[in-house]
């Protein structure tokens, strides 16, 4: 059986990529996303198992020491990470999967995984992500400042993604995204090749 693809999607928050990843989600039902372990708390509303799995410092210290991430990092002083199995058999099954994950954690499956796909969004400008993250009513100055500081770091690494997309108009960007994973999946791929003529020498 052909692999499924495996799409990385990352972007400094605010920026709607996970509005972007969820509407994808809703038109391809046969892609499925990660759900990611994290030490942080949960935000109102969240539900352990569906946006996260909610866990302490020890049980993440343990899977990491099990080698049970596909990759793993650090983001604004809490723990996150994919874990490695559910991927993985999802893959096996030929099933495509989206992470929506950070860069740190993106460059690690980079890595670890070279026929992932990175794509990165963009938001339009600076000043339009700090007038979205402004909308949210939580920031002060201060910590509006750090945000925008961490978002341009986050920015200057879009050179190590396969594919950037600016989310100017979120129904654009969805069908930029889809048209990238539509285009991903078409595309001839070594490793299947065998897998295809097979099939039809099958049929001979
Ligand atoms: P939030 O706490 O707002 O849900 O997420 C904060 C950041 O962590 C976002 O940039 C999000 O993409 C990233 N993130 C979420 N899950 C993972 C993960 O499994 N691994 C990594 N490396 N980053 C993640």
Redesign the pocket.
Known sequence: MTKGKLFVI????GTG??TICSKILDQRPSIRM?V???T?TP?NGEIDKI??HFTDHDSFRNLIEADGFL???N??G?F???PRKQVMEWLDEGIDVI????V???M?VRNSYPDAVLIFILPPSLEELRNRIAGRGSETEETMKKRLGAALNEISQVGEYDYSVVNDDIDIAVDKVKSIIVSEQCRVDCENVELTVDKYKEEL
Do not use: F, W
Not at 10 to 13: A, D, I, L, R
Not at 99 to 102: H, M, N, S, V, Y
């Open positions: 990352s972007g400094p928050s990529k996970g990660s990611s372990m994290t942080r935000r946006h996260y990759e793993y990092a983001v604004y809490n996150y990470g994919t992470l929506e994950i950070d740190q954690g993106a690690q």
